[in-house]
């Protein structure tokens, strides 16, 4: 799988998986770098409204638990 155009500049990756470092790692391996990509809510976003949506909507679709946010 191709590494997705958007992670140079993507918020979640810059912003809290390397917050969280290493525990998040698998996102970008999986999402970012792997075949989840094309399930990836933010990348759905980014195609929908042609901008980046916010920093704190995961992958997943879920929000970054308020524990990880408030740090
Ligand atoms: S989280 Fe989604 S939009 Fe951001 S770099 Fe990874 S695959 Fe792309």
Redesign the pocket.
Known sequence: MKE????PK?E??LRYVAQVKPHWDD??SL??RGD??DV????EQ?KEHGSQPDSNL??TGRRVPGIVDSE
């Open positions: 997705c155009k958007h992670l993507c979640f990756v996102f970008v999402y970012c989840f990509q990836c809510k933010r990348l980014y995961m992958p």
